[in-house]
C-alpha cells in the first residue's frame, strides 16, 4: 500500500532504535518513542526533503499509522527539524 500526502505533509516510517550496553549487548527497543524517521514520500508542496532522507521531528506533532504491521508517521515540512 502507497500513501500519498497532500500538500506539504510528508510521510515516513519510524525508525525503532534498539538500545545497547556499552559492551555492544542489544537489550531491545528503547523505550522512549524514537523522534527520527525515513522519508516513505512527500506531498507536491515539500521542498526541503525528499524520498529516503532521515529526517528528526517533533515527537508530539505527527499522526501515527500502522499498516501491515509496519509504523508510519503523517507531519507537516513545517514539523521537521533537520535531516540527518
Known sequence: MTLKPLKDRVVAVVEKPLEKTKSGI?????????AYAVVESVGPEVKA????????????????????????????????????
Not at 26 to 34: M, Q
Not at 62 to 78: M, S
Request: no cysteine; aromatic share 6%.
Open 26 to 34: 542489544l537489550l531491545g527497543e528503547a523505550k522512549e518513542k524514537p
Open 49 to 84: 526533503v525528499k524520498k529516503g532522507d532521515r529526517i528528526v521531528y517533533k515527537e508530539y506533532s505527527t499522526t501515527d499509522l500502522k499498516i501491515d504491521d509496519k509504523e508510519y508517521i503523517i507531519l507537516k515540512e513545517e514539523d521537521i527539524l533537520a535531516t540527518m
